[in-house]
């Protein structure tokens, strides 16, 4: 491959996958639920709220995402990624800076709403991106950048909550706007749309004529393809319910409401704050290579079948939080790794098992509407954590209730029993023809 790559790509693409993946990392600090591991205490400390109200506020500003997805993929098909992500991500970072000096909840709830809003356009920048100046190798690169995602789990709490507790809330996120502005600003020159526009073919590799008449040709099918599962189809489909459901409970909810808490969480069960924080990063980094597990086992007893495993592994940790506490740190230690299989599997398993069941082509259409439910779950997730630790006093009722939501996710990946793609009927229709054949034989 090395000695295919035209001349100058190579710095290129490393400037794109590069600036990708610090803004992804920038991202999940100011958007991300384990953001809320340092943004919840500071509010505390100057609003004096308790995390219930903390938490129910921010959950329902953030359902505004729902609605500023659709409108900032809109813009986006038409202006490109430039003219709206430049100014986005440098907007992002003035009211990051803003949030340490304003002194009133009310401007601290705009400057959530404004991020809120900007968050979808710097997750469809990310994405576009890579998949403009990648096509044969898009799989890898997203791989590569993906990895921003659990590292900045693992390094933003334990490296900023030390830093803030130093410095204060209002010269931390100075600073941090300060950067993420900054980085805006590099987008100017980092933030290149298409290779076509620097004189490259995507990945480097010149195309040859047939391939090049291929790809026009796969781009006109994706521009003309009409979907096959309009919305209202989808709500009497009981697959995508199947799929919508536990996905929206296991990677909204308990997901969002877990990592929203981990410190809160761990400190309520004993541990000090500085092993909390060595335990958050040691669970995020656990969740790289996990993934790969995932995907191995995907292989080899099918999507709906690994699903539910997954799902296994919210039954136990969910218990171990609720049951462990100072006298059996060996619970919340094995809830730990558990919650690591679910950082290490998340990102793979949901869109597997969409297209499992959906197909490629369906993939975006589902996808949204997935996105949609899991983002209002996942509003609630973050708030019902905190509010019942607020009327209970400790977070274990939370994780109570969800043993059995979890149990129920499992079961409803395993009720899955056939997939409405059509390119995987057809693989299934000829292994079973081959197999009753070589029966036949035998």
């Not at 996958?17 to 505390?44: C, E, R």
């Not at 004096?48 to 359902?63: D, H």
């Not at 490629?360 to 997730?381: H, K, L, P, T």
């Amino acid at each position: 491959m090395e000695d295919k790559l035209q001349k100058g790509f190579k710095p290129q693409a490393i400037g794109v996958i590069a600036y990708v993946f610090i803004t992804m990392y920038l991202q999940l600090t100011i958007a991300g639920p384990d953001s809320m591991n340092i943004l919840m205490p500071a509010l505390i400390e100057k609003f004096g709220k308790n995390p219930g109200e903390i938490m129910g506020a921010i959950s329902a500003v953030r359902l505004v995402g729902v609605v500023a997805g659709i409108i900032a993929g809109a813009i986006i098909m038409r202006t490109g990624f430039k003219k709206l992500g430049v100014p986005s991500v440098i907007i992002a970072g003035i009211s990051v800076g803003m949030m340490g000096r304003v002194d009133s909840w009310m401007g601290i709830m705009v400057i959530q709403t404004i991020l809120t809003i900007l968050t979808p356009v710097l997750m469809f920048i990310q994405g576009g991106l890579i998949a403009n100046w990648f096509v044969r190798y898009k799989g890898i690169i997203f791989g590569i950048v993906t990895i921003s995602a659990p590292l900045s789990t693992a390094t933003f709490t334990p490296i900023g909550m030390p830093i803030f507790m130093e410095v204060g809330f209002a010269t931390f996120y100075t600073g941090l706007g300060a950067i993420i502005a900054f980085f805006g600003v590099i987008g100017i020159w980092a933030m290149k749309e298409r290779p076509e526009d620097y004189g490259f073919d995507p990945d480097g590799i010149p195309f040859t004529a047939e391939e090049k008449v291929e790809l026009e040709a796969m781009r006109t099918k994706e521009n003309n393809h009409i979907t096959a599962w309009p919305l209202k189809r989808l709500l009497v489909c009981k697959e995508f319910w199947y799929v919508a459901i536990p996905w929206s409970l296991i990677g909204g909810m308990m997901m969002a409401g877990i990592m929203s808490q981990v410190i809160p969480i761990l400190t309520g069960s004993g541990v000090e704050i500085d092993k909390a924080l060595t335990l958050m990063s040691v669970m995020a980094i656990a969740g790289m290579p996990l993934s790969y597990f995932w995907g191995w086992m995907d292989d080899k007893i099918g999507t709906p079948k690994t699903n539910a495993v997954f799902s296994l592994a919210y039954v136990l940790g969910s218990a171990g939080f609720a049951f462990g506490g100072p006298d059996s740190m060996w619970m919340v230690y094995g809830a730990l790794f558990c919650i690591s299989l679910g950082v290490g599997g998340m990102p793979n398993l949901m869109p597997s098992l969409m297209a499992y069941v959906f197909g490629r082509d369906e993939f975006v259409n589902i996808n949204r509407w997935v996105y949609a439910f899991q983002m209002i779950a996942m509003s609630f997730g973050m708030t019902y954590l905190a509010v019942m630790n607020d009327i209970t006093g400790s977070y274990s009722m939370s994780f109570i209730t969800f043993i059995p939501l979890a149990a129920i996710c499992g079961l409803m990946f395993l009720g899955i029993k056939k997939t409405h793609d059509p390119e995987r009927q057809r693989l299934e229709a000829h292994k079973s023809a081959d197999a009753k054949l070589a029966e036949a034989i035998g």
